[in-house]
């Protein structure tokens, strides 16, 4: 399997644009998750979905920050206007159950957000 | 909300030390526990799962123990080598299934 596959890779974008950070989890999987993670404050969880539905936006920190999943194979984050202080490396992962007994949770590499 | 703690921030070892990682959580009605390693620039790497009927697993030379009642769970490392060094994350399932993660614990081992 190719893993956890992120795109793009690194986004360098001015102030005011919009960022969208695209995500494929793994075949079979139907938990997905999106992470952002800074020096600051680490890993944070900003939003997850069990079988495409959105269960918890809670910690999307803005309304700027908009999160889809129209089919079991691919995710987006999108941020619309983007600003400095959203720089971060943006981590999307997934795993299978949603029950009792669920897998480990696989990450993508991650996508480097760089707002000038 | 689950809150997982880390202790310590940053560890450094000679080579050839075993040494234990702590991670505490919050909130004890957890799934499962999971540790991760993570290298610089780069994405998190599964080391082990535990669920919540699990006390320990095993994988080389990595041994992780889980004691839900009192919110713990460690990671040791057995016979360091350089090439462990890394940062370890700990992430705890709860049972809305999200995964919360630990701000981790950075380990240098010196040759």
């Known amino acids: 399997d190719a893993g956890v596959i992120q795109s793009p890779r690194h986004e360098v974008t001015e102030m005011g644009q919009e960022v969208t950070l695209r995500c494929k989890p793994i075949?079979?999987?139907?938990?997905l998750f999106w992470y952002r993670q800074t020096m600051m404050r680490g890993l944070e969880l900003l939003i997850y979905?069990?079988?495409?539905?959105?269960?918890?936006d809670s910690g999307m920190p803005e309304d700027r920050f908009s999160a889809k999943m129209p089919n079991a194979s691919f995710s987006t984050l999108k941020i619309q206007p983007s600003e400095p202080r959203d720089s971060a490396v943006y981590f999307c992962?997934?795993?299978?159950?949603?029950?009792?007994?669920?897998?480990?949770?696989?990450f993508g590499e991650g996508s480097r957000l760089t707002v000038l | 909300k689950q809150e997982v703690t880390q202790i310590p921030a940053a560890l450094s070892v000679p080579e050839g030390e075993n040494l234990v990682l702590n991670c505490s959580f919050t909130d004890s009605a957890i799934y499962n526990l999971q540790w991760f390693r993570q290298d610089p620039g780069k994405g998190l790497t599964s080391l082990l799962l535990?669920?919540?009927?699990?006390r320990e697993q095993t994988s080389g030379r990595l041994n992780a123990s889980l004691d839900k009642s009192s919110g713990r769970s460690t990671l040791y490392i057995a016979a360091s080598q350089p090439g462990d060094s890394a940062t370890y994350l700990c992430a705890v399932r709860g049972n809305n299934n999200d995964m919360r993660f630990g701000a981790g614990t950075r380990l240098t081992v010196k040759p």
């Open positions: 075949s079979g999987h139907n938990s």
């Open positions: 992962a997934s795993r299978t159950g949603t029950g009792f007994n669920t897998g480990e949770l696989f």
């Open positions: 535990i669920q919540s009927s699990q």
């Open positions: 979905f069990n079988n495409n539905v959105p269960i918890d």
